[in-house]
């Protein structure tokens, strides 16, 4: 009987996939092609196929996150593939004279990242208890917070959405406890072809561990015999003393059902020689900050946006650097029967230089570099503030020329805030979302009858405990809402001038004033 051929299944992503199926499982013979999620067994040999098949076919967003990190960091490219995008993108090679990117983002993340919002939950006609109850979740979701340094993961995740356009913070629990912490997007991978209009349903989290941890996080689920046997291509090979790292490669897999609460979603962990897998209900337990929502699942970062503009200037930087060198020194013009000797030419104070004839030694003095050069780069640099929504002030840390009046000051800075209010807002959903995975995750802990309690700083002296038995009631009843940390001016003087004002025309009593003073040296 002739053999028959493998069936051709259609997949999301304008890309066909065969299944080759054999014995009760389906091989990897397609080089990734089969959809893993749908195995019964045997998942991470699909898994890691489809991971090779991705590196080698989708490789530009990776090359583009290591160029645009080495700009920000002012590192030169030193690896072949930074090299070629460089020079596919026009920029030099080594460090960027001045780096624009840079300067934008520090200056967005000290206006937008620096303020510490909160989570606050909304009831609407609920009863005394329920609102009690309410309030208590927001005490709680703040000790989570506090507990978990969720603002300082959210500062990094800002900071990645500036540079490479997304950043990524994981949420999950690890049996006894919350884990809140900050994920490398590099280390997510996802099919972009099958990421129209930003939703993704597959996600894989590609990481590299050491074996002694995985021999203590996951020996219960993948067994110590899997991860202790020296698999082919587990180990990483150090560049710069060619040992072999003692490291396996560990990637943890997600399929999102359609609708939330589906049982059409899986989780796996996979190794090279084994998988573990188990029914997922919910999201991939990931809150996503983007700089730029663009059509596909990634988003465009301040580097991206401005490296036209990085480039231009760089060059004309160069280009001056190299005209002033070269004509930046004064040439005499001397008779050609002149005895002048070139000896007498030097940097000598006060020397004489002695000639014949009527016509002296002429020293030609020109411009280095044309005027227009100059102009073009400030230009080029105003222009790389403007389009972000930042002034070139506030990146110098100086008020603007003429502005003198506390008030003027403050409108000033209310008009670049309206510039990036959009980018503030997903900031805080982002928190948002956060605090959503987070009460997942103490949640599925506190229903192995183990709760899960928080502590949440007082204003005085000592701390609330909650547990989170205590608060666990209908989610459909509330509405989780970011709530920003303070609406008051952020600077001393602006805040201090808000309240007087605020004072005098006896909308705040004097108490609470001193209160919003928020000054403790007096």
């Not at 990776?62 to 960091?73: E, G, K």
């Not at 072949?80 to 300067?103: E, F, Q, V, Y």
């Not at 991860?227 to 790292?245: F, H, W």
């Not at 928080?454 to 405990?465: A, I, N, Q, S």
Request: with cysteine; glycine share 8%; aromatic share 8%.
């Amino acid at each position: 009987m002739a053999p028959r051929k493998p069936k051709v299944v259609d997949r999301p992503g304008n890309f066909q996939r065969e299944k080759i199926k054999t014995k009760n499982k389906i091989e990897s013979k397609t080089g990734g092609k089969a959809l893993w999620w749908k195995l019964q067994e045997d998942h991470h040999v699909e898994v890691f196929a489809l991971l090779d098949y991705l590196e080698q076919n989708q490789p530009m967003r990776t090359l583009l996150n290591r160029y645009f990190r080495a700009v920000f960091r002012n590192r030169p490219q030193l690896t072949t593939n930074s090299l070629r995008t460089a020079k596919s993108m026009g920029m030099p090679a080594d460090r960027l004279t001045m780096n624009i990117a840079k300067s934008i983002i520090n200056t967005k993340k000290n206006r937008i990242a620096k303020n510490n919002n909160r989570t606050r939950f909304m009831t609407n006609g609920a009863d005394y208890a329920q609102r009690e109850l309410a309030f208590l979740m927001e005490k709680y979701c703040a000790g989570l917070d506090f507990e978990q340094g969720t603002h300082a993961h959210m500062k990094r995740q800002f900071t990645d959405s500036e540079v490479c356009g997304t950043g990524a913070v994981k949420v999950y629990d690890d049996g006894d406890r919350v884990v809140t912490e900050y994920v490398d997007i590099d280390d997510i991978v996802v099919d972009e072809d099958g990421c129209e209009g930003g939703r993704m349903f597959e996600l894989h989290h590609d990481i590299w561990i050491s074996r002694e941890q995985a021999l203590e996080d996951y020996a219960d689920i993948l067994g110590e015999e899997a991860i202790a046997k020296d698999a082919p291509g587990d180990e990483r090979r150090t560049s710069s003393t060619g040992l072999v790292s003692d490291r396996i490669r560990l990637v943890e897999s997600y399929k999102e059902p359609f609708s939330k609460g589906g049982s059409d979603g899986l989780h796996t962990i996979s190794i090279k020689g084994k998988s573990w897998s188990e029914p997922w209900h919910d999201p991939a337990p990931f809150a996503f900050l983007r700089s730029e929502i663009t059509e596909g699942f990634y988003g465009e970062g301040t580097c991206e946006r401005v490296n036209p503009k990085t480039t231009e200037l760089n060059k004309l930087l160069r280009s001056g650097h190299i005209g002033m060198a070269m004509c930046s020194i004064a040439s005499y013009l001397v008779q050609g029967d002149d005895e002048i000797t070139d000896g007498e030419f030097n940097n000598d104070i006060g020397n004489v230089k002695r000639y014949t004839g009527s016509t002296p030694p002429i020293k030609e003095v020109s411009n280095s570099v044309p005027r227009e050069i100059w102009q073009q780069i400030d230009w080029l640099y105003s222009m790389s503030f403007r389009e972000e929504g930042v002034s070139e002030q506030s990146a110098a840390a100086r008020k603007e020329p003429g502005i003198v009046a506390a008030v003027a000051m403050r409108e000033q800075s209310d008009l670049e805030t309206d510039r990036l209010a959009i980018l503030s807002q997903e900031f805080e959903q982002c928190r948002v979302d956060i605090n959503e995975l987070q009460l997942e995750a103490a949640k599925r802990i506190s229903e192995r009858g183990k709760g899960y309690k928080v502590r949440f700083p007082m204003d005085g002296d000592g701390y609330l405990e909650i547990d989170f038995n205590e608060i666990d009631f209908d989610r459909d009843a509330v509405i989780m809402q970011p709530y920003p940390a303070s609406s008051l001016p952020q600077t001393p003087s602006a805040r201090a001038q808000w309240i007087e004002e605020r004072m005098q025309s006896g909308l705040i009593p004097p108490e609470v004033g001193r209160k919003l003073m928020q000054m403790p040296d007096i």
